[in-house]
């Protein structure tokens, strides 16, 4: 008889071995399978020795090691690696079997694959899994979405391996249809892009403004994680910041160039395809491109001068220190307020029904942004379910204009002193732009409907009602058509 195992995963990478390995210690039986049989037996001797985990040569043997229906985790790279595999797979399920993708995949190739695998009566999940390798080990933050008919077979799978907050409550829920899930996740990643760009924005601050060491800069990042800027990118920019080797700080040797994998860029295209502001992750985008330019701002640092370095009076270094954090927790906030809009945007596009606090649950432990004040978001989800944006809540409201003073300043002696703060001026310019009932798009439609015969709606007539001006007694009645891109 063959024998009847609980999911098989597809990918013996880092994340896939974890998973496994986390899988096994909650007491569910998994294949694992990976395209070089060599890296299998490596697994299955080696960290999985002893273990209920079991191998498999070929994928028709994995398949005939399944319970029926068949669920099968694929933790393979993104793209048309998971389109091969999917083929590969296909002539050997049968009907109501479960595949899932576990990988960065973009939300619209799962959107295609979730509609191409329902046409075949094969069920499919997309999921986000964040946490890294250490999240996938002990438990991550894990993000399903597709068909609805599917997550009943794995919800007690994925709750038992994700991270727990300190109540018990699984970072794993559904998030909602096709490829809702991979969305959530994306976010995730460009409001992690936007975290780690203001903490390096914090770090530059303290070096070239404060002037400060690396021990002290590691302390004040610890006084920080005790208290409302609580998170795991605080935690870990902490310890690196005091990690040396040979008597040496490890972070002073790495070249200042950032590398990506595209998320975050995916991120900010959707945004732009959706209309939504979503400003800050969209800089911390185009700061890695920045960095990645060394070469040329090598010769630009010869031939560009900016103002004399502007430090500060020794005495004043604690009342730096405090306004700093109050930016960088204002900043954040903005950043999670914008994401939470995309994905507002994106479940009305897309008819996905998301509940808003469950996912600021899911974040809450094993992911990389978790941070304390994610359950304050949960919090202003639960009292308004259709909150408009996380900044009008009561508790981000005053937290943000507590802190704008201190905000206010810090970026204005970031600019006196010719330091960078993208991340954070685009936040308080956002800020300050959402709280402005009216702005100066007037006069950019006046001058669309002068270059072009766009035309205007009045503030005195109905919104709807559109107008257009002769502005040089030469264009005539004719007007352009108005449309929203």
């Not at 203001?198 to 530059?204: D, G, Q, R, T």
């Not at 690396?214 to 795991?232: H, K, P, T, V």
């Not at 432990?365 to 379910?385: Q, T, W």
């Amino acid at each position: 008889m063959p024998e009847s195992s609980d999911i098989a995963v597809i990918g013996l990478a880092v994340m896939g071995q974890n998973l496994i390995l986390n899988m096994n210690d909650h007491g569910f039986k998994v294949v694992a399978y990976n395209r070089t049989a060599s890296k299998m037996h490596e697994f299955i001797s080696g960290p999985a020795k002893g273990t209920q985990i079991i191998g498999a040569e070929t994928l028709q043997e994995m398949v005939d090691k399944l319970a029926s229906p068949r669920k099968i985790m694929l933790m393979v790279r993104a793209g048309g690696a998971v389109d091969d595999t999917i083929e590969q797979l296909l002539p050997l399920l049968d009907e109501g079997d479960l595949i899932i993708d576990g990988g960065n995949a973009n939300f619209e190739n799962t959107q295609r694959r979730a509609k191409y695998l329902r046409d075949k009566n094969i069920l499919f999940i997309g999921t986000g899994v964040s946490g890294g390798e250490e999240g996938a080990r002990n438990g991550p933050s894990i993000m399903p979405g597709g068909n609805p008919a599917a997550w009943p077979l794995v919800k007690d799978l994925f709750q038992s391996i994700a991270a727990k907050t300190d109540d018990g409550t699984p970072c794993c829920d559904w998030v909602g249809d096709n490829g809702a899930g991979h969305f959530v996740k994306m976010v995730h990643n460009g409001i992690e892009y936007g975290d780690m760009q203001l903490i390096c924005e914090a770090y530059h601050f303290m070096q070239s403004v404060l002037g400060l060491n690396n021990l002290q800069m590691q302390q004040a990042f610890r006084q920080w994680n005790d208290g409302a800027l609580n998170s795991y990118l605080i935690e870990i920019t902490g310890d690196i910041l005091g990690f040396q080797q040979n008597n040496e700080f490890v972070l002073d040797k790495i070249l200042d160039r950032a590398g990506q994998k595209g998320t975050g860029k995916w991120t900010a295209i959707n945004a732009l395809e959706l209309g939504i502001p979503l400003t800050l992750i969209s800089e911390a985008v185009d700061a890695r491109n920045l960095s990645a330019l060394k070469d040329e701002r090598l010769n630009a640092e010869k031939v560009l001068s900016g103002p004399a370095t502007s430090t500060i009076d020794k005495s004043e270094t604690d009342d730096w220190l405090k306004a700093l954090g109050d930016a960088l927790l204002a900043s954040k906030m903005v950043s999670y307020a914008q994401g939470y809009m995309l994905m507002r945007a994106a479940a009305e596009e897309y008819n996905w029904s998301i509940d808003y606090g469950a996912v600021a649950q899911m974040w809450r432990g094993g992911c990389i942004i978790r941070s304390v004040f994610l359950d304050d978001i949960k919090n202003a989800y639960e009292k308004s379910p259709d909150l408009a944006n996380l900044l009008i809540d009561d508790y981000f409201a005053n937290a943000v204009m507590n802190a704008q003073d201190n905000w206010r300043n810090v970026i204005a002696k970031a600019v006196v002193a010719g330091i960078p703060v993208p991340a954070m001026s685009s936040a308080l310019a956002f800020f300050d732009g959402y709280r402005t009932g009216r702005l100066p798009a007037n006069l950019l439609q006046a001058q669309r409907d002068y270059f072009g015969a766009h035309t205007y709606e009045r503030v005195d007539k109905p919104s709807g009602e559109w107008f257009h001006t002769d502005w040089t007694g030469e264009g005539g009645d004719v007007s352009s058509s108005t449309y929203n891109a």
